[in-house]
């Protein structure tokens, strides 16, 4: 099942399996949260502490593992530059130059950024439909009486 508990264990087996030279400068929480189409995660310190937020409707199996960790790694380089975290700011923007995706690349996942490409590509429009019919079907009825 894939819940806060299972995102923390991903985590962790990623950063200690493909970023063991990045220091943990602070606490980092990670959880699922909102619903959005064109937002897969985002990273934002609060306080002291990190917090890495996946998209939740990402929990359903119908999306791939491979998003979610596509995710995951994409907000760990964030981190590792020294965005939202304490480790010294590496950057002046987070994405300008293609900054993330080099870095992803020299750590190996350059097939698993083609695959996440094509997938949000061909097959995330229509699942996100499928996810939020109902609710979006539900707005427009309440719609009509505003
Ligand atoms: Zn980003």
Excluded: C
Aim: charged residues 35%; without cysteine.
């Amino acid at each position: 099942m894939r819940d806060d508990e299972w995102l923390k264990e991903k985590l962790e087996q990623i950063w200690v399996s493909f970023f063991p030279d990045v220091k943990r400068g602070n606490r980092v929480v990670i959880k699922f949260k909102g619903r959005s189409r064109d937002r897969f995660g985002y990273i934002k310190k609060v306080n002291e502490n990190t917090l890495i937020v996946i998209n939740s409707l990402f929990r359903d199996e119908r999306v791939p593992d491979f998003i979610i960790y596509n995710t995951i790694v994409h907000e760990l380089v964030h981190y590792m530059h020294g965005f939202q975290s304490p480790l010294e700011r590496r950057f002046e923007h987070p994405h300008r130059g293609g900054i993330v995706d080099r870095e992803l690349r020299k750590r190996g996942f350059d097939s698993l950024l083609k695959k996440e490409k094509e997938w949000a590509k061909n097959e995330w429009g229509e699942l996100y439909k499928e996810m939020t019919y109902q609710e979006r079907k539900e707005n427009s009825f309440f719609n009509r009486f505003i």
